[in-house]
């Protein structure tokens, strides 16, 4: 069990910054705390956002903005929220992991078979990052393909493009198990937009035609072959249910 030498709790999102961005004592942030924070293995001393975070949920111009610190059942429960969001959320695990877990600490966590984050990748996220000298908003893929562009900053929200029809299909050893490969789409002009979960090292936004040249990770559920045939599979079924051509 990793050690936690230090932890702080500010009050105040400067002051989170600052204790981030030390120099000589690496340091991880922590929200819901339902997942080991990336690099708490290299740092041991972490950052309690709770206290300063947003928790709140606003809608304006067919978009809904999420506070990092936002629980995973306030998103499911909120009437902002879209269909595919709320659906996807409920996988993310059980009731009381829901109201503990944050949206902020789902993004910044990535797991490869968040169903959640393909979605958010579907709805087109956006993520505002706060850093000592500015705030900027990344693409969620870019974030993603580039983790050190969260390096000493801090999600403070979500952002997504709420409108759109959307589809989901996964395969998984039961229907209440963690999806080995899950496929979420979304209505997009000119075409759709597609994410998969079970391929990649992350959730991936990709082009249909670029599946066969994808080289899944394998375990014990599944041979990477096997993930790259679902993948397929599942993203056709996908675009069918958007009333798109396979």
Known sequence: MQTIHGYHRPADLEEALALLN???????????????AAGLIQAGEVVDIQALADASISSADAHVSYGSLVRLQDLIDSEDTPALLAETAMREGPNTLRHTATVGGTVAGADAESELVAALLAHEATVTIARPDAQVD????????????????IITAVTVDAGG???????????????????????VPGGFRLALTGVG???LLIEQDDIERLDPPGDFRGSPAYRRELAAVL???????LGGAV
């Open 22 to 36: 030390r120099s000589d004592t690496p340091t991880v942030v922590i929200a819901g705390g339902t997942r080991v």
């Open 235 to 241: 993203s056709k079924r996908v675009i069918a249910m």
């Open 165 to 187: 029809e959307t589809a989901s299909a996964r395969t998984g050893r039961t229907p209440a198990d963690t999806s080995i490969v899950a496929a979420v789409g979304r209505v």
């Open 138 to 153: 990344v693409p969620l893929d870019e974030l993603l393909d580039d983790r050190s562009l969260l390096d000493g900053g």
């Open 201 to 203: 090292h992350h959730p």
